[in-house]
């Protein structure tokens, strides 16, 4: 094929000077110079290959959605807009729905998710059924005899799969910047410093997805001590969605190498404007998968500076704050909490003290607690706590001088005891010394 085939391949001319732009740029070595095609507007999918020049390899009808627009939500009857690349392939004897063969496409692919685009389960697939165009609910729907002479001409880490509304050449000036912006390039710089997040994909994306989502956040430390070296790129551009692949081969320690494709997924109106979305590692099983996470240098652990330890007297005045919070707010549960297991007071243990308090929450609309002149005394693990109390509630005030006994668990102080004494009203209390 090669010069023959480039030589007799019929050139593409805009349709009607209409449409959107589909860009495509070649350097160095790259696996597979095909791109898919799919034009909304006419109902046709376009196999395109370029050998030096682009032309048209085959061309096949094709049904889209229902719906005109692209893809937004889960049966909104749209085929999606944007460059795709196949996750699955699957093939019957049995002719189903799908016909005898599909082709999974990776939508919601990330730029599509980053837009907010929702649904799943986009195929290419044939049918021995007559259709009409725009009759599917989503899919690409093909003849099965024109599937099975497209479905072997696609690769699934090189050939892209674009979907437009309507198809246009880009003009030379658009053409050259692409191409001019993928020989100058900067790899590491275009997915580095955590721009962009990493993703870890297989050829059979459904293999080990959990694993893989663990494994990817190793890929961001990876550099140090590898050879990479980039056989060749690719750049796609159509309505403002951008993707670069590079062809590369990372080799590690002890010689071990992996073959990988780097799918730098980009926004921007122009190659001039382009800004990171998300950078994916396709590689072909996840033993590899594995191998490449493993070379990634040990994470730095976070050495975390322990908070200085409070005196016992800051800590018994945090924790009385918090008591008279949760009282006055009549948060039983938070109160309780203050309160040590064997607590006694009054005649009460700890139920009989939450059922009393429970029902002084229901009775009074409204609880406030003023504490004054507080004493605290500190004997290893055990406290004693003194302070003038003004309590006040719809039906209720008084002034007394409150006791508390704390004794520390696990960390915490808490209240073994209490005692109340009644001091007389304000203007006649004794001054306590």
């Not at 020049?53 to 944007?82: F, Q």
């Not at 692409?178 to 990493?198: I, M």
């Not at 693990?381 to 509630?393: E, G, I, L």
Request: with cysteine; charged share 25%.
């Amino acid at each position: 094929m090669g010069a023959a085939w480039a030589a007799s391949a019929p050139s593409l001319t805009p349709l009607d000077g209409q449409g959107t732009p589909v860009v495509w740029c070649y350097h160095g070595q790259a696996p597979d110079t095909r791109l898919v095609v799919v034009d909304k507007s006419r109902q046709r999918l376009l196999v395109l290959r370029y050998l030096g020049k682009l032309g048209l390899e085959y061309e096949y009808p094709c049904a889209s959605g229902e719906k005109n627009g692209p893809k937004i939500a889960s049966k909104d009857e749209k085929t999606p807009e944007g460059i795709y690349f196949i996750t699955h392939r699957y093939k019957d004897r049995k002719v189903t729905i799908f016909g005898d063969r599909a082709l999974h496409l990776n939508y919601p692919n990330p730029q599509d998710r980053a837009q907010g685009r929702k649904g799943d389960g986009i195929y290419i697939h044939g049918t021995n059924r007559d259709y009409k165009p725009r009759s599917s609910n989503g899919c690409l729907v093909m003849n099965n005899k024109d599937l099975a002479r497209v479905e072997p001409l696609l690769d699934e880490q090189f050939t892209p799969v674009i979907v437009v509304e309507r198809m246009a050449l880009p003009s030379p000036a658009l053409q050259g910047e692409a191409c001019e912006f993928l020989r100058t390039v900067n790899l590491d710089a275009l997915g580095a410093g955590g721009k962009s997040p990493q993703s870890l994909e297989l050829l059979d994306n459904g293999k080990g997805k959990a694993e893989l989502k663990a494994l990817a956040g190793d890929l961001e430390r990876l550099g140090p001590g590898l050879e990479v070296r980039t056989r060749g790129l690719a750049l796609f551009g159509a309505q403002g969605q951008w993707v670069l692949l590079a062809n590369q081969h990372l080799k590690g320690p002890k010689g071990k190498g992996v073959a990988v494709t780097r799918r730098y997924y980009l926004t921007g109106p122009s190659p001039a404007q382009l800004k990171p979305v998300q950078v994916q590692w396709v590689v072909p099983d996840l033993p590899k998968a594995r191998l490449l996470a493993s070379w990634a240098p040990a994470k730095p652990v976070a050495v975390v500076a322990k908070a200085p330890v409070q005196d016992p007297q800051a800590q018994i005045k945090t924790m009385l704050n918090a008591w008279l919070k949760a009282w006055q707010g009549k948060r039983l549960k938070r109160y309780m909490s203050y309160y040590a297991r064997d607590f006694r007071s009054s005649g009460k243990n700890w139920r009989q003290w939450r059922r009393h308090k429970a029902y002084l929450n229901r009775v009074y609309k409204k609880i406030t607690v003023r504490v004054e002149d507080i004493q605290i005394k500190v004997h290893g693990s055990r406290a004693t706590v003194s302070f003038v109390q003004h309590y006040r509630s719809d039906w209720h005030r008084d002034l007394g001088l409150k006791t508390l006994q704390l004794v520390q668990s696990k960390g915490r102080w808490l209240i073994r005891s209490e005692q109340w004494k009644k001091l007389p009203a304000p203007g006649g209390a004794p001054k306590r010394g």
